[in-house]
């Protein structure tokens, strides 16, 4: 018989709260009178940790949106989305976090977030979120 073991971490897993959204930058949107545009951001490498087990979350995100007056810096957005590599969540709880945070500094028309997780144990686990600006 295979005693059951409580493994324990060597490191410290995160609160949500530490991600901030100070990191964001936006940009004019330069063609805001002549025309409506799609945006389609993607990150592949996307991390964080399960709040449960603390082990790592993979997954790519993908940000949708029409932007209305202003769009996001990309560096800005990268050294946001590396905020998350420590941080205990739920693959739901990202998606609308991260929906929450951009739509706050871009105000956006509309906008969708998207999280393609790494299978675990043989699941598959894709969240998405949406926002339409009243």
Same mark, same amino acid.
């Given at each position: 018989m295979?005693?059951?073991?409580?493994?324990?971490?060597?490191?410290?897993?995160?609160?949500?709260s530490?991600?901030?959204?100070?990191?964001?930058?936006?940009?004019?949107?330069?063609?805001?009178?002549?025309?409506?545009?799609?945006?389609?951001?993607?990150?592949?490498?996307?991390?964080?940790?399960?709040?449960?087990?603390?082990?790592?979350?993979?997954?790519?995100?993908?940000i949708?949106?029409?932007?209305?007056?202003?769009?996001?810096?990309?560096?800005?957005?990268?050294?946001?989305?590396?905020? $998350?590599?420590?941080?205990g969540? $739920?693959?739901?709880?990202?998606?609308?976090?991260?929906?929450?945070?951009?739509?706050?500094?871009?105000?956006?028309?509309?906008?969708?977030?998207?999280?393609? $997780?790494?299978?675990?144990?043989?699941?598959?686990?894709?969240?998405?979120?949406?926002?339409?600006?009243?």
């Amino acid at each position: 018989m295979i005693e059951n073991k409580t493994y324990k971490t060597n490191y410290k897993i995160e609160d949500p709260s530490i991600v901030k959204t100070d990191l964001l930058e936006s940009l004019p949107y330069a063609y805001k009178s002549k025309r409506s545009i799609d945006i389609i951001i993607k990150q592949p490498e996307y991390t964080s940790v399960c709040p449960m087990t603390g082990l790592p979350d993979n997954g790519c995100i993908t940000i949708k949106y029409q932007p209305d007056e202003t769009i996001v810096e990309l560096k800005s957005l990268k050294y946001y989305l590396l905020q $998350f590599r420590n941080v205990g969540m $739920f693959y739901e709880h990202v998606v609308n976090k991260i929906l929450d945070d951009l739509v706050q500094v871009l105000k956006p028309l509309r906008m969708e977030v998207t999280g393609e $997780f790494t299978p675990r144990g043989g699941v598959s686990s894709i969240a998405t979120a949406v926002y339409e600006k009243e």
